[in-house]
């Protein structure tokens, strides 16, 4: 059950920060108005402060609750896994770092 509602929590953090990344998309006539650039910023940061807020709050504790079990996976779903942690650090690092930009 508790499984069931981490679950739900963590994708509909990742449906809403999807929503708030194409909500910022530049969709009025001129795409580098000053309007659609601070619209942009403003939904990035909240995204980044979601996906941050998901990371330490579900994904880390889930990892480290499972650690056993992720090293007995085999091959396939190992290489799946650590690819997904890879790419999730490089994406939310290098969030940060387009934010700071």
Do not use: C
Not at 17 to 41: A, C, D, I, W, Y
Not at 45 to 50: A, D, E, G, Y
């Amino acid at each position: 059950m508790i499984i069931q509602l981490i679950d739900a929590f963590t994708l509909t953090f990742s449906v809403v920060s999807v929503f708030l990344l194409v909500l910022g998309l530049p969709l009025v006539k001129n795409l580098n108005t000053r309007k659609n650039l601070e619209r942009q910023g403003a939904l990035t940061i909240i995204t980044l402060v979601l996906q941050t807020i998901l990371v330490f709050v579900v994904m880390i504790p889930s990892f480290m609750n499972k650690l056993d079990a992720i090293m007995a996976l085999s091959l396939i779903p190992s290489f799946n896994m650590w690819l997904h942690v890879g790419l999730g650090t490089f994406s939310l690092f290098s969030g940060f770092a387009y934010v700071g930009l």
